[in-house]
């Protein structure tokens, strides 16, 4: 991998999709695009199965830090609570900047449900300036770094799950995901299919992304992701 960049390109708040994507990811979304097109949605499959097998999630370990992931934050964040409680870390992280029409961060609100919710604020960490998945655990990263640490619990909806664990791994993160049994969408419903579909043909986006950057070799690129 490249030496680290710490000051990649970071979306400004309440960005556009576009704004979203930053360099490369509208090259790389065509691509996957047109990969599962031609392929008749094939390349999806293997992905499918592995967003629904983590959707399972893993076991909890001692870890230097539980990262709440994620929008519809409630659930997620009870979980993330009772794990903190239970031990296996000392601090709570919760990552999101402003979006769409927000008067403030998603992990702002997040910070102020945990502290209602009995969690004392020196356990409590935030970072506002991500606006997606990959940005919430590089910066998250960072800090983590900041401190030698580097293993993480993630927690978030069940499907989401194994992108999150991808990125987190290509950053180079210990990280183990734990679901949030009661977040949505209902298990075998018609939003749960369509859910880990989606979800499969995002985490080949990823892959596809990651590819594509090593092999025009491109700095830039890859420092979002490594």
């Excluded at 910066?139 to 770094?145: D, E, G, S």
């Amino acid at each position: 991998s490249p030496a680290v960049n710490e000051t990649p390109y970071t979306a400004p708040p309440r960005s556009t999709f576009f704004e979203r994507l930053g360099p490369g990811g509208l090259s790389s979304l065509l691509l996957a695009s047109a990969s599962t097109l031609l392929g008749l949605g094939l390349p999806l499959l293997p992905y499918l199965r592995r967003v629904l097998r983590l959707a399972a999630g893993e076991e909890p370990v001692p870890a230097d830090g539980i990262l709440v992931l994620g929008r519809r934050l409630e659930g997620r964040l009870a979980h993330a609570a009772a794990l903190w409680r239970a031990g296996w870390a000392p601090r709570l992280w919760v990552a999101g900047g402003l979006t769409g029409t927000a008067t403030r961060s998603e992990a702002a609100a997040g910070r102020e449900w945990l502290l209602a919710a009995g969690i004392p604020p020196a356990a409590v960490e935030v970072e506002e300036e991500s606006q997606h998945t990959l940005e919430n655990l590089f910066h998250v990263r960072r800090r983590l770094r900041e401190r030698g640490e580097n293993r993480l619990l993630l927690v978030s909806d069940p499907l989401h799950l194994a992108r999150a664990l991808a990125v987190a791994r290509g950053l180079g993160l210990a990280a183990r995901p734990v679901p949030a049994p009661d977040a949505p969408p209902r298990r075998g419903s018609f939003g749960w299919w369509h859910r880990a579909a989606r979800e499969a043909f995002f985490l080949h986006w990823y892959h596809t992304g990651c590819s594509w950057s090593r092999l025009i070799r491109s700095e830039r690129q890859l420092s979002r992701v490594t």
